[in-house]
């Protein structure tokens, strides 16, 4: 094990107190699910305290625990470091990360829609070139974020973060934290609006990723959005390089063609003044303009941007954003699969419109008999949108894409104002919450079919993706 932390340094980085038998830490983790041998174990007090789960989290191997009280259950001298509040010893064991990693180049993603998919593609292009750290699934929160950089290895060349929010004045300690060289927003729109006044405010918190951006540092910003002027004057008062993307014409980061087929797309742009030609393993037009920004943050960060844009072509969206796989219905017969599009994580109402896109623009098989299958969008509520969630879901039914949509399955009590306002010969099915649904979509799948799933994260349409995805593996159940 290569140590991440040495217990001296951890003493300095916290100010806490070290008791027992030390050896170096490996990682540093806040769940014995995912604990690895030699990690420090950070017993945070969130949904449950961390403490109860100290004991466990030696016995699997911990090197060392970070801790506010001595737990019942940590066995003899164990080895654990004291500290007044874990959360706060995390912050400053993060800070202390980023400023120890001095070759580092920083770059932080926010946005109402995109910021992980965004994260994920920056860590897979640059990694062939240098050491690459980044955020794990969507650790962009309080802990998320001074979690990621506590694990950032010394060496790392670039660091690729995710910064969220649901309320204002999040993330402005969080990019304090990170301190970037480059900041990404992919885009404003009318998400958490429940806890926003207006989108206006929504581009206020957004804005916020500015504020620690290193001086002399670049904003990357999304130059089709309404808010662009806003978010620019911000920038521009900061003292920031401002760089936009989009396929306006006074972009500098510019989408020239798109030619979308059913599963990719060829897409020619101009990035930073370099004309560029690549491919992409997802449809959808927000899908090529999220890739300007990350080739123009990769060209920015130094990287050798013709070897990004090959890599880029090898990209694939993770699951639950875009992620495609073939679900055979009979294990033996390849003529038997149906085709799932994964867009369960989470939802907006333009992202819902760009998933439905995606949905249109696939090609269903035809069957041995020779009947073309069909294209199913399955659509969970879209949460925390205010007082105008019921309008935003009716407005959903007249998006053009639907005129390629067969049958539309939804769920939850505000996709019902989304499922009246459809023809009813689209109309497929509609159920309370996710659970209820699963049987309806998992019973309607035939050879040939592309189903969507897409619902907000809180509406639980996983639970709909892995009744789909049992139908490949003989557990089908009624």
Aim: one cysteine or more; charged letters at 20%; aromatic letters at 4%.
């Amino acid at each position: 094990m290569t140590a991440l932390w040495d217990r001296d340094t951890l003493v300095a980085a916290t100010g806490g107190r070290a008791t027992g038998e030390w050896t170096g830490v490996g990682g540093v983790s806040i769940d014995t699910r995912t604990l690895r041998e030699g990690d420090l174990f950070v017993a945070l007090k969130d949904v449950r305290d961390g403490h109860d789960f100290v004991g466990a989290a030696l016995k699997a191997g911990a090197g060392a625990a970070l801790v506010s009280r001595i737990p019942h259950d940590s066995g003899e001298a164990p080895p654990l470091l004291h500290v007044g509040d874990p959360l706060f010893a995390l912050e400053s064991l993060g800070i202390a990360a980023r400023a120890r990693a001095k070759g580092v180049t920083v770059i932080a993603v926010t946005g109402s829609a995109g910021k992980t998919s965004v994260k994920d593609a920056l860590a897979a292009i640059l990694a062939p070139q240098r050491p690459t750290h980044s955020s794990v699934k969507s650790y962009n929160n309080h802990w998320g974020v001074p979690l990621t950089l506590a694990r950032m290895p010394q060496e790392t060349g670039f660091g690729i973060f995710e910064i969220g929010m649901n309320h204002s004045g999040e993330i402005a300690p969080l990019t304090r934290m990170v301190r970037p060289h480059i900041a990404i927003i992919t885009n404003v729109l009318p998400v958490h609006l429940g806890n926003f006044d207006s989108e206006a405010d929504i581009a206020a918190a957004k804005a916020e990723i500015m504020e620690g951006v290193v001086t002399g540092g670049h904003v990357i910003l999304n130059r089709d959005n309404r808010w662009f002027d806003l978010l620019a004057t911000k920038a521009q008062a900061l003292g920031l390089s401002v760089v936009t993307f989009g396929e306006n014409e006074n972009a500098s980061i510019r989408l020239l063609k798109l030619s979308q087929q059913s599963e990719s797309a060829s897409v020619e742009a101009d990035i930073l003044g370099e004309r560029v030609l690549f491919r992409l393993n997802s449809v959808g037009r927000h899908q090529a303009i999220n890739a300007l920004a990350v080739l123009g943050a990769a060209k920015l960060a130094g990287a050798d941007l013709a070897r990004c844009a090959l890599a880029l072509g090898q990209w694939k969206p993770g699951d639950g954003r875009g992620a495609r796989r073939r679900i055979r219905l009979d294990p033996i017969d390849p003529g038997s699969a149906f085709e799932l599009i994964d867009e369960s994580y989470n939802a907006n109402p333009a992202s819902v419109v760009a998933a439905l896109e995606t949905l249109s623009l696939a090609r269903p098989a035809l069957t041995a008999t020779g009947r073309p299958g069909r294209r199913i969008a399955v659509i969970g509520d879209m949460l925390e949108l205010g007082a105008e969630a019921e309008r935003m879901h009716g407005d959903i039914a007249a998006t053009p894409h639907m005129e390629n949509i067969d049958a539309v399955f939804a769920c939850g009590p505000l996709s019902r104002t989304l499922y009246d306002a459809l023809p009813k010969a689209r109309r497929g099915a509609w159920a309370v919450d996710s659970t209820a649904l699963a049987p309806l979509v998992r019973d309607e799948m035939r050879a040939g079919d592309v189903v969507m799933v897409k619902g907000s994260l809180g509406s639980a349409m996983a639970v709909i993706v892995t009744a789909l995805d049992a139908l490949g593996q003989g557990r089908k159940k009624r």
